[in-house]
Nanobody, 121 residues
């Protein structure tokens, strides 16, 4: 059974940083591509970043490119998203997800409950 548990959310000021973590169980990063996604208030789900099971990537959305850094620890089954230069537009519920086998990074199979990020002054 796949279980994904996100942590690290909270409040940050514009220009600040936060680091999100996802602890995964029941899934091997060597066999599963992984992604981060978010859902802002009143918005749909937006793919943020992902990495393929063979380690290729990470790949980022245009909004995340240059500001966010995704990393994974295969041995610990931990996925991390370092977020810098945050703006109020980054306010959202962030969740990690396994990618549908054979699918693109923005098609999810399983996801966690998410961790809330609020960026405001």
């Amino acid at each position: 059974q796949v279980q994904l548990v996100e942590s690290g959310g909270g409040r940050a000021q514009p220009g600040g940083s936060l680091t999100l973590s996802c602890a995964a169980s029941g899934v091997s990063f060597n066999d599963n591509s992984m992604s981060w996604a978010r859902q802002g208030p009143g918005k749909g789900v937006e793919w943020v970043a992902g990495i393929y099971s063979d380690g290729s990537g990470p790949h980022y959305s245009d909004s995340a490119q240059g500001r966010f850094t995704l990393s994974r620890d295969v041995a610990k089954s931990t996925l991390t998203l370092q977020m810098d230069s945050l703006t109020p537009e980054d306010t959202a519920l962030y969740f990690c997800a396994t990618v549908r086998p054979g699918g693109p990074l923005y098609e999810f199979d399983n996801w966690g409950q998410g961790t809330l990020v609020t960026v405001s002054s």
